[in-house]
C-alpha cells in the first residue's frame, strides 16, 4: 500500500469486508454440500464411506474459512489447517459427486 511505484496495487482488506467474504462462501458452500450429503446418502454405496463423504465437507468449511479469518488476523500457522482441509473437502466433495453420478449412470434393477 505504501509503494506508490508499484504496477499492481492490493490492498488489504477491512474487517467487515473480510467477515461478508467469509460469510457467502460459509452460507452458499454448506448448502452445497448439505444437498450434495442428502443425495450421497440416497447413493448406494457403503455407510461409512457415505457418511465419510457427506459429513466431512461440511466440517472442512468450518476449519478452511475459520483458518482464513484466523490468517488474516495475523496467526500464520493456520496456512497447515486451511491447506489440509481444504483439500479434503474438495476430495471429498469430488467423491461424492462422482458417487452420485456413477449411480446415476447405473442401469435401475
Not at 488476523?73 to 479434503?88: E, P, Q, R
Request: charged share 15%; aromatic share 12%.
Amino acid at each position: 500500500e505504501d509503494n506508490q511505484e508499484a504496477t499492481v496495487m492490493k490492498y488489504e482488506k477491512t474487517r467487515q469486508e473480510m467477515l461478508t467474504m467469509l460469510h457467502t462462501h460459509v452460507m452458499s458452500l454448506s448448502l452445497i454440500f448439505f444437498i450434495t450429503g442428502i443425495l450421497v446418502f440416497l447413493s448406494k454405496a457403503n455407510l461409512t464411506l457415505k457418511r465419510i463423504l457427506a459429513i466431512e465437507p461440511l466440517l472442512s468449511i468450518i476449519f478452511t474459512f475459520g483458518g482464513i479469518y484466523l490468517m488474516w488476523v495475523g496467526v500464520t500457522w493456520m496456512k497447515y489447517v486451511v491447506l489440509i482441509s481444504g483439500i479434503l473437502m474438495a476430495a471429498c466433495f469430488t467423491s461424492g459427486i462422482l458417487l452420485i453420478l456413477w449411480n446415476l449412470a447405473q442401469k435401475p434393477e
